[in-house]
Structures are given as structure tokens and as C-alpha cells.
């Protein structure tokens, strides 16, 4: 709901984003260790089925038990599932190949593209501002990519495309806004488990040491850690108020990726980095102004909290 949220809910919602924030920085630091040892088919495997299994377990006593999981829509929920497919394997696969700032950036298109694609799936309308705060984002991606300077490879193509279905997946979820929280958290981590399952073959396994199990343990808590946050925080204020804080991410990401493994982003990678988070945060404060004058009771800026 949009409204204007009173000063205790605005400080709650504000802990619970950065409790998000935090767990999905966690979950991004735990992928990129892992996946330097472990194969991209076995993290996505063991990590999906240990996420399934904490959801299931906080099904009865957090999301008002299984039958929660039943639906109707069963196709929105397989094109959903496929999409996180898509998410998924893109965004740790890029992950994997390059700085983690600059994996967490290009991941940040995903709000602009959502903007985009809103039009036409839809039909919203989208001023020229908006519209300019679009391209601007997508400017400073192509500077921060530098396409014909070695930094345009395949691994931002698969971040590019892990944020477009991401996008799609956000507006997909208008679809499906009175299904419950529950169903559209498990069945897109499901996905994911089932293609893994069948795509992983004896090369891709490789028995996890005790600090494999620890950060792939850490990585499943770490999502549901994410997803709680968001939902939680989105649905206590506004995002005008809460996506900056989202943004916090990039400067832990920074940090942890200087210190754990020596990446110093380049002034390419900031500029850019700094045109994405402009256009994305202006691109949220139009939305909620024309949601403010049109429908009060509608906030379609909402994510449904998924990692």
C-alpha cells in the first residue's frame, strides 16, 4: 500500500531493508567463494534444495502453513519458475567471472528495466522523464562496459540477462498479487533446483569440505534472510524512501570485494555505476509521485522480495 508511513513504521521498514540488503550481500559473497571451487550446476543444486527446505520448515509457523502453496495459476507460476531460472544461473554464472561491485551494478539495470517493460506488458504510462532517467541508466552502463575495451564479455551479457528476467519476473508478480508469499517464494527456487538436478552430471560434483557445507548452508539462510527483509521493508514504506538504502549494497560489495579479493573498481566502473543509481533512484521517486496523484491504495513499485 502506498501512504505515508508514520515515523516508527519508516524506522522499522528501514531495518528490515538493510536486513535484506544484508542477507542478500551475504548470499553474493558466500556465491562468489564458492563458485571458485565448486561448479555453477552443484552451488545452484545444493543451495535451491537447502532454500527450499528452510521455507518449508517456516512454512507452518511463519507463512501460514502448506496449504499456502496451493494455486490456480499454475502457468504465471511456471513462467516465473523459468525466469528465475534464467536469474539465477545468469547472475551467479557473471558472478563468478568478474568483480563483485560490478556484478551488483549491472544487477541494478533490473529497476530500470522494469520501467521499460511496463508499457508494453502493462500498459502503463511512462512521461518522458522517466523515459530519459531510462536511457541515462542504460548510458551508464554502456560506459561502464566500454564495449571494444575487453570489459564487454559474456559473463555482463549473463548479468544483463539474469536483470532482465529479473524485471520480468516484477511485473509478472502483478499477475499474481493475491497469491500468498509463500507460493511465490518456493516455486521459483524450485526451478532452479529441478534444472540443476538434471542438468549436473559426476564432473560437476565435487563433495563439499566442511567450509563448502558452511558457506552453502550460509548462502540458502542468507536468501531467505533477503527475501524476509524486502517484503517486510516494502511493506512498511514507501520505495522513495526505502531504495536508497538498497543501494548500500554496492558500497559493501565494494569493500568486501577490495578486501577479500583485492578488486579496486576502476573510474569507468564508478562513473557508470554512479549514472545507473541517479537514473534508478529518480526513475523510483517519479513512480511513486504519479502513483501519489493517481491511486493512493496502489503501490506498484513493490518487488515480491524474491533473490
Known amino acids: 500500500m502506498l501512504h505515508t508511513a508514520k515515523p516508527d513504521h519508516v524506522g522499522k521498514a528501514i531495518v528490515w531493508l538493510l536486513l535484506g540488503v544484508a542477507g542478500g550481500l551475504g548470499l553474493d559473497l558466500c556465491a562468489k567463494e564458492l563458485l571458485q571451487t565448486y561448479s555453477l550446476q552443484e552451488f545452484v543444486l545444493v543451495r535451491s534444495a537447502i532454500g527450499v527446505a528452510i521455507f518449508l520448515v517456516l512454512a507452518p509457523r511463519v507463512f501460514g502453513g502448506f496449504k499456502m502453496l496451493r494455486t490456480t495459476r499454475w502457468k504465471w507460476h511456471l513462467l516465473r519458475t523459468m525466469l528465475a531460472v534464467g536469474a539465477m544461473y545468469g547472475f551467479f554464472y557473471g558472478l563468478a567471472k568478474m568483480p563483485l561491485v560490478n556484478a551488483l551494478t549491472l544487477g541494478f539495470t533490473a529497476p530500470l528495466m522494469v520501467t521499460a517493460l511496463s508499457v508494453p506488458f502493462l500498459g502503463e504510462q511512462v512521461g518522458w522523464r522517466r523515459w530519459l532517467a531510462v536511457s541515462f541508466g542504460f548510458i551508464g552502463t554502456v560506459i561502464m562496459l566500454r564495449p571494444g575495451s575487453g570489459e564487454f564479455s559474456f559473463a555482463t551479457v549473463a548479468i544483463l540477462i539474469a536483470a532482465f528476467?529479473?524485471?520480468?519476473?516484477?511485473?509478472?508478480?502483478?499477475?499474481?498479487a493475491t497469491e500468498s508469499m509463500l507460493s511465490l517464494a518456493v516455486y521459483v527456487v524450485v526451478g532452479p533446483l529441478l534444472v540443476a538436478s538434471i542438468l549436473i552430471s559426476e564432473d560437476d560434483?565435487?563433495?563439499?569440505?566442511?567450509?563448502?557445507?558452511?558457506?552453502?548452508?550460509?548462502?540458502?539462510?542468507?536468501?531467505?534472510?533477503?527475501?524476509?527483509g524486502f517484503i517486510n521493508g516494502y511493506r512498511r514504506s514507501s520505495p522513495a524512501i526505502l531504495a536508497p538504502f538498497e543501494y548500500a549494497a554496492l558500497i559493501g560489495g565494494a569493500i568486501a570485494g577490495y578486501l577479500i579479493w583485492d578488486e579496486i573498481p576502476d573510474?569507468?566502473?564508478?562513473?557508470?555505476?554512479?549514472?545507473?543509481?541517479?537514473?534508478?533512484?529518480?526513475?523510483?521517486?517519479?513512480e511513486v509521485g504519479v502513483n501519489r496523484q493517481t491511486s493512493p491504495a496502489t503501490n506498484p513499485a513493490i518487488c515480491d522480495g524474491e533473490t
Open 165 to 176: 528476467c529479473y524485471a520480468c519476473q516484477a511485473i509478472t508478480a502483478r499477475y499474481l
Open 205 to 228: 560434483w565435487t563433495t563439499p569440505d566442511t567450509k563448502g557445507w558452511v558457506l552453502m548452508i550460509g548462502a540458502a539462510m542468507c536468501s531467505v534472510i533477503a527475501w524476509v
Open 267 to 286: 573510474r569507468w566502473v564508478l562513473l557508470g555505476a554512479a549514472i545507473i543509481i541517479g537514473s534508478g533512484l529518480y526513475v523510483v521517486y517519479r
